[in-house]
């Protein structure tokens, strides 16, 4: 049985990270979405949310689990032996901060897990979760960039916080 983890921040999912969500899920016979606290990154969305979300729009993927962990992401492996760990290349200029990210966690996996790395597809390249939220809260069209269930509850979440989109 091979068991892939892919990690992320998620405030929130997009459509590029289910792309890569649906391709790992056929590659590895199990595999599990890490929603990750990050402390340097202020989130829109609690973990337990970002979780759900991920969890209703891959409910058509039965060998697709979310978890939430904290800490070290070679700890997390290493614990739950994963054979790979699965990250996303959207360009060129992810590709140091991978590199350094693969490297250092190489040190550090137990067990034989690898970095495996996926090519965004090109539709999604251009997209960050960041951006995703700039473009909303400001009133901006994302169709086709994220899930409609996830932008409906971005629009819930900039109401409830700003009164209001425009
Ligand atoms: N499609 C669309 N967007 C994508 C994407 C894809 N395929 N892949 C990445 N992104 C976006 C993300 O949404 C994120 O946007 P944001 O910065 O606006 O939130 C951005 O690209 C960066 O993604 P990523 O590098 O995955 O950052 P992250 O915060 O989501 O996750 C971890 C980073 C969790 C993988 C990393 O911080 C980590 O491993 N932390 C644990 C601590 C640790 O072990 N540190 C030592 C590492 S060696």
Redesign the pocket.
Known sequence: MSKALY?????PI?N??L??IRRASHMFDELVVGV?V?PR?NCLFTKEERAEMIREITSDLPNVTVDCFQG???DYANENKFDAVIR?L?ATSDFEYEIQ?AQ??AHLFRDGTDSVFLM?SPE?SF????MIKEVVSLGGDVTGLVPECILKRMIERYKMLNGGTK
């Open positions: 990690t992320g921040s998620f405030d997009t590029g990270h792309d890569i990750i990050n990154k070290l992401l070679a996303g959207r990210m250092m966690n965004t999604y997209i960050s979760s960041t």
